[in-house]
């Protein structure tokens, strides 16, 4: 709310942080008072809704929700367009593609599975080894976001078939059901080690991307521990390009999700 003293801004993004619905009334009445325009980066919230029943990503002008972050697809994203005056505005949908999915996107999700039916670490160890070669090739364990990748669309930029296959056979209760009870028993296993949950409480529509909590990197170590028997990933976030210097003691540096993908 301090912006209205100070710059005007045409638009404002609210997030929905790992699928937990942001209160969007600072927002509106930002832009209610400006005339912004309101966009939603329901980035991590396909599917969850919030207190008032309502799904996140259409609750804005715009709302953005990266599809791809919640299910294993090459690619996929939707784009939420709340008036007709701005749909003028928006190129026509791509048809979906039919090309071969990439091969480290098929061994990345078939070791997903065997991870998931077998308690094998599979991902673990794929994950491990191109993680140590992209350190011995590129410098970096994780991949370098250039500055560039800010605005420039990755190709191909069609979403593959794969996605609306996806949305076609998809039972949203059953997917819900598997994150809240999973967010559940996280919660249950770690609330006594060192940590700051960001979230704890889920409305009946959530769904968690993921368990976020603050953490230093021993006490990520004793999480992983703790999760070690249910085949999820715990990850850094955000993965911030180059470009944006995070200070070794800014908050960023210690924000970690169990990611339910
Ligand atoms: C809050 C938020 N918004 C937007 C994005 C971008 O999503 P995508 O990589 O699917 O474009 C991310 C990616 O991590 C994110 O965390």
Not at 13 to 38: H, I, K
Not at 217 to 243: C, F, G, M, T, Y
Request: proline share 5%; with cysteine.
């Amino acid at each position: 709310m301090d912006l209205l003293k100070s710059q005007r801004c045409k638009a404002v993004l609210a997030v929905n942080y790992f699928g937990f619905a942001q209160d969007l009334s600072p927002f509106r009445e930002y832009c209610s008072a400006t005339g912004a325009t309101l966009i939603e980066d329901n980035a991590h919230g396909f599917l969850s809704k919030d207190s008032a029943g309502e799904l996140l990503g259409t609750r804005a002008d715009l709302g953005i929700t990266s599809i791809r972050k919640t299910f294993r697809l090459v690619n996929g994203a939707a784009l939420y367009v709340s008036s007709e005056e701005l749909s003028d505005l928006v190129p026509n949908q791509l048809d979906f593609q039919k090309s071969d999915a990439p091969k480290g996107f098929l061994l990345r999700r078939l070791s997903a599975k065997i991870q998931r039916s077998t308690s094998f670490p599979a991902l673990s160890l794929f994950q491990f080894t191109i993680r140590m070669v992209r350190l011995l090739t590129t410098g970096s364990r994780l991949p370098r976001s250039t500055q560039e990748s800010e605005t420039e669309l990755p190709t191909p930029a069609a979403p593959h078939h794969s996605v609306s296959q996806l949305i076609k056979s998809l039972n949203p209760g059953i997917e819900i059901s598997r994150r809240q009870r999973l967010f559940k028993q996280v919660l249950n296993r770690v609330r006594n080690l060192s940590i700051e949950p960001i979230f704890e409480h889920l409305e009946t529509g959530t769904s968690p991307y993921g368990f976020a909590f603050i953490a230093d990197s021993n006490a990520v170590h004793q999480v992983r521990k703790q999760l070690r028997d249910l085949s999820v990933e715990v990850i850094h976030w955000p993965d911030l390009p180059d470009a944006v210097q995070v200070p070794e003691d800014h908050y960023y540096r210690n924000v970690w999700v169990v990611n339910f993908l």
